[in-house]
Protein backbone atom coordinates (compact mmCIF):
# COMPACT_ATOMS: atom_id res chain seq x y z
CA UNK A 1 0.00 0.00 0.00
CA UNK A 2 2.70 2.45 1.11
CA UNK A 3 4.19 1.82 -2.24
CA UNK A 4 0.82 2.64 -4.66
CA UNK A 5 0.51 6.19 -2.65
CA UNK A 6 3.79 6.84 -3.23
CA UNK A 7 3.38 6.03 -6.56
CA UNK A 8 0.23 8.44 -6.73
CA UNK A 9 1.98 11.70 -4.41
CA UNK A 10 4.97 11.44 -7.00
CA UNK A 11 1.97 11.80 -10.21
CA UNK A 12 0.52 14.15 -8.02
CA UNK A 13 3.71 16.53 -8.13
CA UNK A 14 4.94 15.54 -11.69
CA UNK A 15 1.30 17.08 -12.52
CA UNK A 16 1.59 20.05 -10.29
CA UNK A 17 5.57 20.67 -11.03
CA UNK A 18 5.65 19.88 -15.10
CA UNK A 19 2.55 19.62 -16.71
CA UNK A 20 -0.18 21.95 -15.28
CA UNK A 21 2.71 25.13 -15.37
CA UNK A 22 3.52 23.84 -19.37
CA UNK A 23 -0.17 23.79 -20.12
CA UNK A 24 -0.92 26.86 -18.63
CA UNK A 25 1.94 28.41 -20.71
CA UNK A 26 1.10 26.99 -24.50
CA UNK A 27 -2.38 28.32 -23.50
CA UNK A 28 -1.11 31.40 -22.80
CA UNK A 29 1.25 31.73 -25.57
CA UNK A 30 -1.24 30.26 -28.39
CA UNK A 31 -4.01 33.03 -26.89
CA UNK A 32 -0.83 35.69 -27.72
CA UNK A 33 -0.17 34.63 -31.19
CA UNK A 34 -3.82 34.72 -31.65
CA UNK A 35 -4.19 38.30 -30.64
CA UNK A 36 -0.99 39.00 -32.22
CA UNK A 37 -2.19 37.70 -35.41
CA UNK A 38 -6.18 39.17 -35.13
CA UNK A 39 -5.15 42.80 -34.08
CA UNK A 40 -1.58 43.51 -35.56
CA UNK A 41 -0.53 41.73 -38.51
CA UNK A 42 -4.26 40.91 -39.89
CA UNK A 43 -5.11 44.80 -40.54
CA UNK A 44 -1.59 45.22 -42.06
CA UNK A 45 -1.89 42.30 -44.19
CA UNK A 46 -5.38 43.58 -45.50
CA UNK A 47 -3.76 46.96 -46.90
CA UNK A 48 -1.88 44.82 -48.81
CA UNK A 49 -3.49 42.61 -49.99
CA UNK A 50 -5.49 45.38 -51.44
CA UNK A 51 -2.86 47.37 -52.76
CA UNK A 52 -1.69 44.06 -54.27
CA UNK A 53 -4.20 42.72 -55.60
CA UNK A 54 -5.92 46.37 -57.73
CA UNK A 55 -6.73 45.59 -60.74
CA UNK A 56 -6.08 48.41 -63.99
CA UNK A 57 -9.80 49.57 -63.79
CA UNK A 58 -9.25 50.33 -60.06
CA UNK A 59 -5.91 51.67 -60.59
CA UNK A 60 -7.33 54.12 -63.35
CA UNK A 61 -9.92 55.53 -61.59
CA UNK A 62 -7.67 56.18 -58.68
CA UNK A 63 -5.34 58.24 -60.86
CA UNK A 64 -8.69 59.71 -62.13
CA UNK A 65 -9.75 60.78 -58.50
CA UNK A 66 -6.15 62.30 -58.46
CA UNK A 67 -5.63 63.98 -61.51
CA UNK A 68 -9.20 65.40 -62.00
CA UNK A 69 -8.45 66.43 -65.70
CA UNK A 70 -6.61 62.93 -66.68
CA UNK A 71 -8.66 61.47 -70.16
CA UNK A 72 -11.47 64.40 -70.20
CA UNK A 73 -11.87 66.28 -73.87
CA UNK A 74 -14.06 68.91 -72.95
CA UNK A 75 -12.88 72.27 -71.35
CA UNK A 76 -10.80 72.17 -68.53
CA UNK A 77 -10.65 75.67 -67.36
CA UNK A 78 -13.54 74.99 -64.53
CA UNK A 79 -10.78 72.61 -62.94
CA UNK A 80 -8.00 74.82 -63.48
CA UNK A 81 -8.12 76.06 -59.33
CA UNK A 82 -8.10 72.32 -58.84
CA UNK A 83 -4.40 71.09 -59.88
CA UNK A 84 -2.29 69.93 -57.38
CA UNK A 85 1.24 71.23 -57.14
CA UNK A 86 4.04 70.24 -54.71
CA UNK A 87 5.76 73.53 -53.00
CA UNK A 88 8.89 73.21 -50.62
CA UNK A 89 8.41 75.15 -47.16
CA UNK A 90 11.07 76.56 -45.78
CA UNK A 91 13.96 74.18 -43.99
CA UNK A 92 13.00 74.58 -40.02
CA UNK A 93 15.65 74.48 -37.94
CA UNK A 94 15.28 73.93 -33.95
CA UNK A 95 16.27 72.68 -30.74
CA UNK A 96 14.22 69.50 -29.21
CA UNK A 97 12.76 70.03 -26.30
CA UNK A 98 14.19 66.70 -24.80
CA UNK A 99 17.40 66.92 -24.47
CA UNK A 100 17.47 70.36 -25.46
CA UNK A 101 20.95 70.07 -26.94
CA UNK A 102 19.81 68.12 -29.53
CA UNK A 103 18.87 70.12 -32.81
CA UNK A 104 17.14 69.56 -35.65
CA UNK A 105 16.76 70.78 -39.25
CA UNK A 106 13.65 69.53 -41.22
CA UNK A 107 12.88 70.41 -44.70
CA UNK A 108 9.57 69.68 -46.08
CA UNK A 109 7.04 70.16 -49.01
CA UNK A 110 3.92 69.62 -49.53
CA UNK A 111 1.21 69.24 -52.15
CA UNK A 112 -1.05 71.91 -52.30
CA UNK A 113 -4.04 72.72 -54.74
CA UNK A 114 -3.74 75.94 -56.29
CA UNK A 115 -5.82 78.04 -54.76
CA UNK A 116 -3.75 77.53 -51.67
CA UNK A 117 -2.15 80.91 -50.96
CA UNK A 118 0.83 81.71 -49.61
CA UNK A 119 -0.38 83.35 -46.20
CA UNK A 120 -1.85 79.77 -45.28
CA UNK A 121 1.85 78.19 -46.24
CA UNK A 122 3.06 80.08 -43.88
CA UNK A 123 0.25 79.43 -41.51
CA UNK A 124 1.20 75.56 -41.89
CA UNK A 125 4.86 76.25 -41.50
CA UNK A 126 4.07 78.24 -38.64
CA UNK A 127 1.96 75.60 -36.95
CA UNK A 128 4.60 72.84 -37.90
CA UNK A 129 7.33 74.79 -36.22
CA UNK A 130 5.24 75.15 -33.10
CA UNK A 131 4.76 71.51 -33.22
CA UNK A 132 8.16 70.16 -33.61
CA UNK A 133 9.66 72.50 -30.89
CA UNK A 134 7.82 70.06 -28.48
CA UNK A 135 9.15 66.91 -29.71
CA UNK A 136 11.44 64.47 -27.96
CA UNK A 137 13.86 62.77 -29.55
CA UNK A 138 12.70 59.20 -28.05
CA UNK A 139 9.47 60.38 -30.33
CA UNK A 140 11.51 60.33 -33.33
CA UNK A 141 14.16 57.44 -32.57
CA UNK A 142 11.82 54.52 -34.11
CA UNK A 143 10.39 53.72 -37.72
CA UNK A 144 6.82 53.58 -36.21
CA UNK A 145 7.79 57.30 -34.20
CA UNK A 146 8.73 59.13 -37.64
CA UNK A 147 5.64 57.67 -39.36
CA UNK A 148 3.40 59.00 -36.40
CA UNK A 149 4.76 62.48 -36.40
CA UNK A 150 4.81 62.48 -40.33
CA UNK A 151 1.17 61.88 -40.10
CA UNK A 152 0.75 63.93 -37.22
CA UNK A 153 2.17 67.12 -39.38
CA UNK A 154 0.07 66.28 -42.40
CA UNK A 155 -3.02 65.96 -40.62
CA UNK A 156 -1.72 69.52 -38.88
CA UNK A 157 -1.53 70.96 -42.01
CA UNK A 158 -4.59 69.44 -43.80
CA UNK A 159 -7.16 71.16 -41.18
CA UNK A 160 -4.71 74.32 -41.22
CA UNK A 161 -5.16 74.79 -44.73
CA UNK A 162 -8.84 73.72 -45.00
CA UNK A 163 -8.39 70.68 -47.30
CA UNK A 164 -5.70 72.16 -49.35
CA UNK A 165 -2.87 70.16 -48.60
CA UNK A 166 -3.26 66.83 -49.42
CA UNK A 167 0.14 65.45 -48.35
CA UNK A 168 3.19 66.40 -46.72
CA UNK A 169 6.86 64.82 -47.84
CA UNK A 170 9.72 64.95 -45.32
CA UNK A 171 12.68 66.19 -47.43
CA UNK A 172 15.08 65.81 -45.01
CA UNK A 173 15.37 65.49 -40.99
CA UNK A 174 19.55 65.79 -39.47
CA UNK A 175 19.78 65.80 -35.88
CA UNK A 176 22.74 67.18 -34.20
Do not use: C
Not at 91 to 99: D, G, K
Not at 121 to 136: E, F, G, K, P, S
Not at 144 to 154: E, P, Q, W
Amino acid sequence: MAAKEKTKSAKSELVKNWVLPIAIMLIVGGGVGFGVGTFVLAPRMEVAMAAASQDPAAEAATEQTHNPTAGSDHDTSALAGLTQKIVDLEPITVNLAVPNNIWMRMQIAVQASSTVSDGTLNDVQQDILAYVQQLRLDQIRSPNGYLRIKDDLARRAEVRSGGGISDLYIRTLVFE
